[in-house]
């Protein structure tokens, strides 16, 4: 099954192609196994490479024609897509339980089959065991360390991923029993972790909101309401000697730039201001604003520091 990942209508024919094949019966996953067995053996004594040579070798090694040879690779492989095609429920089955967690669904699924892959090559069916028992734990780690990695600004190790994710669980199920979440010490305990790393775990839980994020039905962004906390910003720049240097530059600015530098470093008010309230008071973009900036400060580099 030949599927394009893109966007949202990909997982509704994604989901009308699944149900096209049907789920595998007990009998179907032990002789689909033992084919996917025998392939992933052939692949490890030719050490991963399958071309022509190689098979040859490895059938004059096992006593057996190319023809046999190559049957069973032929086998396994369509046992192999049988499999996957089988299990695709389980997948996305299995991703839901992670939606909203900052990963489209539909990256979840795929990551899922990977993880599934990994199940298919590992699966023994002479234990005795059902394959959808043995993959779900495979397809779980694969789309858990997707979201521990894709779903924060920070990446988190993966067993700190799953602590904050398990505390984060614990918020949700209190938020929807009307109830509050329990005191430190016995959530630290059901955590499995200190107290002092609890608290830990909560400050990691929090989200991150970058100073670029706009808002919604606006253009502003947190960073253009952060003014400078510096009293003197010039001291920064340079030392007391370069500042005659900077003032000539700044005078030999266009009357824009001008003002535009000396309201954003605050140098005829008691404070800087943003980059949205300079360009107010020049009735100029703030994106103008920070060109006009960005040019000054490039002058004052070439000319002075």
């Not at 050490?47 to 022509?52: A, Q, W």
């Not at 779980?140 to 979201?147: D, M, N, S």
Request: hydrophobic share 40%; aromatic share 6%; proline share 4%.
């Amino acid at each position: 099954m030949d599927i394009i990942w893109g966007n949202r209508d990909d997982l509704k024919t994604f989901l009308k192609e699944i149900g096209k094949y049907p789920l595998l019966k007990p009998v179907e996953e032990i002789e689909l196994g033992r084919r996917v067995k025998r392939l992933t053996a052939i692949k490890d004594a030719c050490e991963g490479r399958l071309d022509k040579l190689d098979l040859q070798r490895y059938a004059e090694t096992h006593d057996l024609s190319m023809s046999e040879v190559e049957q069973a690779v032929r086998s396994g492989r369509a046992a192999k897509s049988r499999m996957i095609t089988g299990n695709l429920r389980l997948v996305i089955s299995i991703a839901k339980k992670f939606q909203h967690r900052g990963v489209e669904l539909l990256d979840l699924v795929q990551e899922g089959v990977l993880g599934l892959e990994k199940a298919i090559d590992r699966f023994d069916p002479d234990k005795g065991f059902r394959f959808s028992t043995f993959s779900y734990w495979w397809i779980r780690q694969a789309i858990a360390r997707l979201t521990a990695s894709n779903s924060r600004a920070m990446k988190l190790p993966i067993h700190i991923a799953g602590k904050v994710s398990k505390l984060e669980r614990l918020s949700v199920e209190a938020k929807a029993n009307d109830a509050v979440l329990p005191p430190f010490p016995q959530l630290a305990k059901e955590l499995e972790v200190s107290v002092a790393r609890l608290h830990d775990l909560i400050e990691c839980s929090k989200p991150c909101v970058s100073l670029d994020a706009k808002g919604c039905g606006s253009d502003s962004t947190p960073g253009d309401y952060l003014e400078s906390t510096n009293a003197d910003p010039l001291a920064l720049l340079c030392n007391q000697e370069d500042q005659d240097a900077i003032a000539d530059v700044v005078d030999s600015l266009p009357p824009q730039d001008r003002a535009v530098f000396i309201l954003r470093w605050g140098l005829a008010e008691e404070k800087p201001l943003s980059a949205a309230k300079t360009g107010e008071l020049l009735n100029i973009s703030k994106d103008e604003v920070r060109v006009r900036e960005a040019t000054t400060m490039r002058l004052i580099r070439e000319r002075v520091l």
